[in-house]
């Protein structure tokens, strides 16, 4: 039988190669390329060596996007794994206990549709609702719940808190997603695991920590890494609901705005795909560093 | 009261194989607290969407009134009506289903092949095909913007409906190969050697066995990749002009050329989520199956 195997191989994969090739790697070859000429997107492309990569460097913007890309990429996935994970624990195991088997909570059908819907929306529209949401003056809904003798709080308009509104709509478009996936996860540990800890008198605080979670760290790495590359983009909701584009004055650029208004709003292709070429390697050192390290980690635990 | 007493003689001879579990701090006040939890959690997530209905329903004076409402209290239709009538709208929603089809309908067709190919054959540079699929997915998409614009503007398809859905497919790919060669490796291989001993070919193997067992595979794989194209909307803005976008990019347009029509926005916000809402209560029992498919059975 084995002669008939590699036409079929080569008929079955000749497409999606090729699509690849062009579409992703053809395009950032050429991405790479331009990177190292002054186009401004019309007219001569011509090559000005590591000169790009020169401005870059000295570029306060570039060091401020990259900070706030640093600040997502921290907080993102610590706080929405956090509170996915123990979601999903209080929806699989955190319910009463009839007959010594570990239970969810009641109605833990209806918390996982409802956590699962933001996902849903898309992107585009979670950053539209939440411009509605923080909104800046006494008609948005947040400053609306406050109590009337209150000053309205700025939110996205203020330079100290834009990053944080943005964090909290990416956590809250994220994290249902994840209590979604931490719950299939939970539900293939067995229940007899469960159990055994249980009468050997582990508290439910225990349980979490010394059963579910080594259990679904193959999981959470997982999620840890797409996280991440979350917080790499991010390009979505700052674009729409920061102020004035990647404001007020900077403090909600990131890397990938850059790229998009370079590209766009100051003709500087050349100078958009070196950012590109520079997100590209992080996000590819990212993604290597987080499997290594965390694999390590869970060979000693 | 008295339904407690009763029971209690009979719960008593349990009691004493439920003490290990009683201890464990699985009382009252703890599942009281978890409950609390999960219902705090879910008017967190549940609040701003109902803040959109709310505003939707509203006529334009009330949207913007200083003391808001939790109920419109004249609710009006005025938003959708304004949203139907508006330059594009019926053009781009008719655009995004087109490309979303084209893309989903492309990407299970070309991603069940190479699904195949990678689960049920060993074969050189396999793991390296395995590897870039998983590193695609990696890659910030946005820095692929220029040269997609002049790769397919060399091909005249910039400003097509087909240049962005052979895009979208190239998007979703990924994710739709990894999960169906998840659901294909469930599939026992003695099911293809029996049919084979009873004198299929190889390609009837694959199109009489396999395919139908796939079947929710291929679902739920559909349902994710409409989800991701009809929710996409930089490539299409990038790539085409006003009269081929979709309902995501003709959203956003609104949003900066209406500046505050709230009421008309977030009903054309409503509009465009009902196809993907839709498919998710159709499949929602499902979707964590989809979702793990292809991570578990790696």
């Given at each position: 039988?084995?002669?008939?195997?590699?036409?079929?191989?080569?008929?079955?994969?000749?497409?999606?190669?090729?699509?690849?090739?062009?579409?992703?790697?053809?395009?950032?070859?050429?991405?790479?390329?331009?990177?190292?000429?002054?186009?401004?997107?019309?007219?001569?492309?011509?090559?000005?060596?590591?000169?790009?990569?020169?401005?870059?460097?000295?570029?306060?913007?570039?060091?401020?996007?990259?900070?706030?890309?640093?600040?997502?990429?921290?907080?993102?996935?610590?706080?929405?794994?956090?509170?996915a994970l123990?979601?999903a624990?209080?929806?699989?195991?955190?319910?009463?206990?009839?007959?010594?088997?570990?239970?969810?909570?009641?109605?833990?059908?209806?918390?996982?549709?409802?956590?699962?819907?933001?996902?849903?929306?898309?992107?585009?529209?979670?950053?539209?609702?939440?411009?509605?949401?923080?909104?800046?003056?006494?008609?948005?809904?947040?400053?609306?719940?406050?109590?009337?003798?209150?000053?309205?709080?700025?939110?996205?308009?203020?330079?100290?808190?834009?990053?944080?509104?943005?964090?909290?709509?990416?956590?809250?478009?994220?994290?249902?997603?994840y209590v979604?996936l931490f719950s299939a996860g939970m539900?293939?540990?067995?229940?007899?695991?469960?159990?055994?800890?249980?009468?050997?008198?582990?508290?439910?605080?225990?349980?979490?920590?010394?059963?579910?979670?080594?259990?679904l760290?193959?999981t959470?790495?997982?999620?840890?890494?797409?996280?991440?590359?979350?917080?790499?983009?991010?390009?979505?909701?700052?674009?729409?609901?920061?102020?004035?584009?990647?404001?007020?004055?900077?403090?909600?650029?990131?890397?990938?705005?850059?790229?998009?208004?370079?590209?766009?709003?100051?003709?500087?292709?050349?100078?958009?795909?070196?950012?590109?070429?520079?997100?590209?390697?992080?996000?590819?050192?990212?993604?290597?560093?987080?499997?290594?390290?965390?694999?390590?980690?869970?060979?000693?635990? | 009261?008295?339904?407690?007493?009763?029971?209690?003689?009979?719960?008593?001879?349990?009691?004493?194989?439920?003490?290990?579990?009683?201890?464990?701090?699985?009382?009252?006040?703890?599942?009281?607290?978890?409950?609390?939890?999960?219902?705090?959690?879910?008017?967190?997530?549940?609040?701003?969407?109902?803040?959109?209905?709310?505003?939707?329903?509203?006529?334009?004076?009330?949207?913007?009134?200083?003391?808001?409402?939790?109920?419109?209290?004249?609710?009006?239709?005025?938003?959708?009506?304004?949203?139907?009538?508006?330059?594009?709208?019926?053009?781009?929603?008719?655009?995004?289903?087109?490309?979303?089809?084209?893309?989903?309908?492309?990407?299970?067709?070309?991603?069940?092949?190479?699904?195949?190919?990678?689960?049920?054959?060993?074969?050189?540079?396999?793991?390296?095909?395995?590897?870039?699929?998983?590193?695609?997915?990696?890659?910030?998409?946005?820095?692929?913007?220029?040269?997609?614009?002049?790769?397919?503007?060399?091909?005249?398809?910039?400003?097509?409906?087909?240049?962005?859905?052979?895009?979208?497919?190239?998007?979703?790919?990924?994710?739709?190969?990894?999960?169906?060669?998840?659901?294909?490796?469930?599939?026992?291989?003695?099911?293809?050697?029996?049919?084979?001993?009873?004198?299929?070919?190889?390609?009837?193997?694959?199109?009489?066995?396999?395919?139908?067992?796939?079947?929710?595979?291929?679902?739920?794989?559909?349902?994710?990749?409409?989800?991701?194209?009809?929710?996409?909307?930089?490539?299409?803005?990038?790539?085409?002009?006003?009269?081929?976008?979709?309902?995501?990019?003709?959203?956003?347009?609104?949003?900066?050329?209406?500046?505050?029509?709230?009421?008309?926005?977030?009903?054309?916000?409503?509009?465009?989520?009902?196809?993907?809402?839709?498919?998710?209560?159709?499949?929602?029992?499902?979707?964590?199956?989809?979702?793990?498919?292809?991570?578990?059975?790696?």
């Amino acid at each position: 039988m084995r002669h008939g195997k590699y036409p079929f191989i080569i008929g079955f994969l000749v497409v999606p190669v090729a699509l690849y090739c062009t579409f992703v790697v053809a395009a950032y070859l050429q991405a790479f390329q331009l990177s190292f000429t002054g186009w401004s997107g019309f007219g001569r492309i011509t090559y000005i060596g590591f000169e790009n990569f020169h401005k870059l460097w000295n570029d306060d913007l570039f060091w401020q996007s990259l900070r706030h890309n640093l600040f997502l990429l921290i907080l993102l996935p610590v706080v929405t794994v956090a509170v996915a994970l123990v979601i999903a624990f209080l929806l699989n195991v955190g319910g009463s206990s009839r007959g010594g088997q570990t239970r969810g909570v009641r109605g833990s059908k209806a918390y996982r549709i409802i956590f699962f819907f933001p996902q849903l929306l898309a992107l585009a529209i979670v950053a539209v609702i939440f411009q509605r949401v923080f909104g800046p003056d006494k008609s948005g809904m947040l400053n609306g719940l406050f109590p009337a003798s209150w000053n309205p709080w700025l939110f996205l308009a203020d330079e100290r808190w834009a990053m944080t509104c943005i964090l909290i709509v990416l956590i809250w478009q994220a994290v249902g997603f994840y209590v979604v996936l931490f719950s299939a996860g939970m539900g293939s540990i067995p229940a007899e695991i469960y159990e055994a800890a249980a009468l050997d008198g582990a508290s439910r605080i225990t349980l979490f920590f010394r059963v579910t979670i080594p259990l679904l760290w193959g999981t959470i790495q997982v999620a840890w890494v797409y996280l991440g590359i979350a917080a790499f983009d991010a390009f979505a909701v700052v674009n729409i609901m920061s102020v004035d584009r990647g404001g007020p004055n900077g403090a909600t650029s990131v890397l990938s705005l850059m790229i998009w208004r370079n590209t766009f709003e100051f003709s500087q292709v050349g100078y958009a795909s070196a950012i590109g070429v520079v997100l590209f390697f992080l996000t590819l050192t990212f993604a290597a560093l987080t499997l290594r390290v965390t694999r390590r980690e869970s060979l000693e635990a | 009261m008295v339904a407690t007493t009763a029971a209690a003689p009979a719960a008593r001879p349990r009691r004493r194989v439920d003490d290990g579990v009683m201890t464990v701090g699985r009382s009252r006040a703890g599942t009281i607290a978890a409950n609390t939890i999960g219902v705090i959690f879910s008017l967190f997530m549940l609040f701003p969407v109902y803040w959109v209905l709310n505003t939707a329903f509203k006529p334009p004076t009330e949207v913007l009134a200083l003391t808001p409402t939790f109920v419109p209290t004249h609710p009006t239709f005025d938003n959708f009506l304004s949203a139907f009538k508006a330059q594009y709208f019926l053009q781009d929603m008719l655009n995004g289903l087109v490309v979303t089809l084209m893309a989903v309908a492309g990407a299970l067709v070309v991603g069940f092949l190479a699904a195949l190919a990678i689960a049920r054959f060993k074969f050189f540079g396999r793991k390296g095909i395995i590897l870039v699929i998983l590193a695609v997915q990696l890659v910030p998409f946005i820095a692929l913007l220029i040269p997609l614009f002049l790769m397919l503007q060399r091909v005249s398809l910039t400003d097509s409906l087909i240049g962005v859905s052979i895009t979208y497919l190239v998007l979703i790919l990924p994710y739709t190969v990894w999960t169906l060669r998840g659901f294909i490796s469930g599939i026992p291989r003695e099911l293809d050697e029996a049919a084979l001993i009873d004198g299929c070919t190889r390609g009837q193997v694959f199109w009489r066995i396999i395919l139908p067992l796939t079947g929710p595979g291929l679902v739920a794989t559909s349902v994710y990749g409409f989800i991701q194209a009809w929710n996409e909307f930089i490539i299409i803005n990038t790539l085409n002009s006003p009269a081929k976008q979709n309902l995501m990019a003709w959203l956003l347009q609104n949003q900066t050329t209406r500046g505050t029509a709230w009421g008309p926005l977030m009903a054309g916000a409503i509009i465009t989520s009902i196809p993907v809402v839709v498919f998710f209560l159709i499949i929602q029992r499902n979707i964590a199956t989809g979702l793990t498919a292809g991570a578990v059975k790696g």
